[in-house]
């Protein structure tokens, strides 16, 4: 396909657009693939509908972008299920083999987060891909960070303007708390507004999954900006509902936005391939 072919729609006044006239099965020229990450970085979600992708199309979509990230966790760690995938791609799925979930992020409804913002260097986007999906719910929501910030009022932009917060998350967890008592969590501090590091602009770095607290304040204080913060930059006008169909690969930019996921049948499939790319620097 030529650079002139793709046509992107948008799919909300703040977030995303939908790529038509791409074909992910194939590789694309460097004219394409520039034009893809200028769009990207345009729309902060990226939709490709009516792909039927192999799990190498899936890692060579993700090559377009950046580089392959491995997986947080060694496989030996992981279900069963993943064994049967090339590496570096993840499961993100509900169905269960002897009980045991085959994926990460099995059920239901997850809080807004930012992928990896527990990692000194989070990684900058991932791809979702869906294989299977149930016949309502689980439709994933992304916030623009970007808008949040534009559009915070001051009494709750300047206290927070310059600080850090501290992050904390138990794997697999996607709701707060919900992970205390696993073995595995990991925590960061990163800028509570980051500075994009290809666009110059600020977003809104912080969310209610995992942020714990703005260092250098009372936690009452801390706990109330945050707060107000959070019902700020998840007003449903800086939203993206994303309904999934099969067949849909998504990108998302996790510097400068965040995403949640509504709930869904427990008695129903749901199956996702994922990839992440290497986050390029630490946030500032
Ligand atoms: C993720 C994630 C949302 C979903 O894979 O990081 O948040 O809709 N997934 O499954
Ligand atoms: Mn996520």
Redesign the pocket.
Known sequence: MAVTEIEAVRLSPHVGAELRGVDLTRPLDAATAEALNALWLEHLVLVFRGQSLAQEDLLRATGIFGTLAPLARPKDEYPKGYAKLLPNIML?SNIREDGVPIGA?PDGE?MF?H?MLHAEVPHKG?L?YAVEVPSRG?N?LFANGYAAYDTLPADIREPLEGRIARHHYHYGSTLKGDGRGTKASAASRHPVFRTHDETGRKAVYVNRLMTEEVEGMERAESDRLLAALYDHAEKPEFVYEHVWRVGDLLLWDNRCSM?A?TDFPGGERRL?W?TTLEGEARPR
């Open positions: 993100i992020l997850m987060h992928d991932t979702l689980g994933t995403h996921r996702m994922r």
